[in-house]
């Protein structure tokens, strides 16, 4: 874009910001309950940044409703789910659950790991489905300098994985001193952006550990690295509905809700028989 154009497009505001709720390893920055429902699909964004060592102990826990999506950015995690799949995703690897009507799932870093988990809140149509899953080795997720495209699209690339319709979700690394626009679809009026690493501008400034929501528009995001920087952006078409919540579940209306729940409870039996819950 040029010098002259970008000068005749307005910047686009930062409506919020946080740097969210430390709980040890781990900085909670979204959770459905607040920033969730201003920037719906996304629903819950953590910050990790764990060792070994020190790792909480996640067990065996559920989702309906949802899709969940880990962008690992150091490190190894160790995972396992009650469909069966279950892995090691590597540093650079991404996770997508897509959770549906139901599914537990149990992880562990194997080193120091280091990323982001996102909640996206499933379209109706999807937040009952049957769970499905997709594990992207690093040379697996496509790319558009600077960014690395986990969901939806970006210039000439596209993700791998099948995730709902009118969501990009970005992986960017910029250099100190260097310059990015991201332009969203037309039809993208929520965006946000989190930084791991680094401090950059858009136009104020933003570092690391910080979660800022833009103005909902279409309008383009200026950014520049003040420093060699990391950071994850969303943007999307809003989701519709208002959120139901369960305790580890998002769906669009409390029948969902309940479904979820039932199916939740169902395979929940299975792993107290086999020994894996108390």
Known sequence: MSAVLKARVPQRPIALRTRGQRHG?????????????????FVFLDLFDI???????????????I????????????????????????AGGVEWM??????WHTGAA????????????????LENSPSQSHYLSPDQVSEELPARVIL??????????????????LDVQLAAGERWTYEPPSDHEVAWLAVSEGAIRTPEPVSAGEFVAFAQSNSAIFI??????????????KHPHDLVLGHYSVHTSHAALVAGESEIKRIGDQLMSAGLLR
């Open 98 to 103: 897509r959770a549906g009507g139901g599914v």
């Open 51 to 65: 060792s070994a060592a020190a790792a909480p102990n996640f067990g065996w826990h559920p989702h309906s409703g």
């Open 224 to 237: 520049q690295a003040d420093r060699a920087s990391r950071f994850v952006l969303g943007s999307a078409a």
């Open 152 to 169: 939806g699209s970006y210039g000439r690339a596209a993700s791998a994985i099948a995730s709902p319709a009118r969501i990009n979700y």
């Open 25 to 41: 390893a781990i900085t909670r920055l979204v959770s459905p309950s607040d920033i969730g429902e201003l920037i719906k699909p």
């Open 110 to 125: 194997l080193h120091q790991a280091k990323g982001f988990q996102l909640w996206i809140a499933l379209p109706e149509e």
């Open 67 to 90: 899709a969940t999506l880990t962008v690992l950015h150091h490190g190894a995690i160790e995972y396992q789910e009650t469909t069966g799949v279950k892995g090691i995703l590597p």
